[in-house]
């Protein structure tokens, strides 16, 4: 009966968070297209979000880009496809490792953040002074960085695709001995809309999902600073395993037939 029980309340654990996220979500959104907007809050987050993550996403996607094209030419090798690398790392990187890639370093940056911070005003009770000042938390702390993450993950990711091509570019032309222009053709020839679109649907997934983790978990966090720090962990955990997990939803929802 002991076991019968453990798993009764990890049923019931599971349930109540998920319907405590399903209800955050819906009140999220809700006030995402409901007045009041705080344009200055919303401005500040997509400069953090998109700006400030610029660096990291860029690094992950240049080097991403640079070994995609080595092991490429690796594998291909074997069976004198060499020609194909080109192919092959601008589908790779618009369609997967540029929103993938770029939802997780986002995540580790941004969603630990909003985790803290959000967090940090919980149970230093500035939620509860919001309250009382008439001023709804949700409008004022979780729709503005949810519509910040929404707008500014597409332009991000559309960085990122673009340096991940030329980091494959600078490996392909200047140590595996390709033709620039042939390589440049050959990429642009090869690449479709539905790619790039699918990219960026993707990115504005994943933005949701970063910054919803991050002030879910933050807003509910408790305990003090302990409780903070196991918000922020859960932020990023969370953000990872739904970037994994929805990359799968969208790519069978886009390519498959």
Not at 3 to 32: E, K, N, W, Y
Not at 89 to 110: D, F, H, W
Not at 150 to 171: E, S
Not at 214 to 227: D, K, P, T, V
């Amino acid at each position: 009966m002991g076991f019968v029980q453990t798993i009764g309340r990890l049923a019931l654990t599971f349930l109540r968070t998920t319907g405590r996220l399903g209800l955050f979500t819906a009140s999220a959104f809700a006030h995402c297209v409901r007045p009041p907007f705080y344009w200055r809050i919303i401005l500040k987050q997509m400069i953090d979000i998109g700006y400030f993550s610029l660096p990291v996403v860029g690094l992950t996607a240049i080097f991403a880009g640079m070994v995609l094209a080595l092991q490429s030419y690796t594998g291909f090798a074997r069976f004198s496809a060499e020609g194909a690398i080109a192919n092959v790392v601008v589908v790779s990187l618009t369609r997967e490792l540029g929103p993938v890639l770029a939802g997780l370093m986002v995540a580790g940056r941004i969603g630990a953040s909003l985790a803290a911070e959000i967090g940090t005003m919980r149970v230093t009770e500035q939620i509860d002074a919001l309250t009382t000042l008439s001023t709804n938390p949700m409008s004022y702390l979780v729709a503005p960085r949810l519509i910040a993450g929404l707008l500014m993950f597409p332009p991000l990711v559309l960085v990122a695709d673009i340096i991940g091509v030329f980091g494959g570019y600078l490996v392909a032309v200047y140590k595996l001995g390709f033709n620039a222009s042939n390589y440049l053709q050959s990429t642009w020839d090869f690449l479709e809309a539905s790619d790039v679109y699918s990219g960026l649907v993707k990115a504005a997934v994943f933005g949701v999902i970063v910054t919803l983790m991050g002030c879910y978990h933050g807003y509910h966090s408790r305990g003090g600073a302990q409780g903070v720090g196991a918000a922020t962990t859960n932020a990023v955990v969370s953000a990872c395993i739904l970037i994994l997990a929805f990359d799968y939803v969208l790519t069978e929802m886009f390519f498959t037939r």
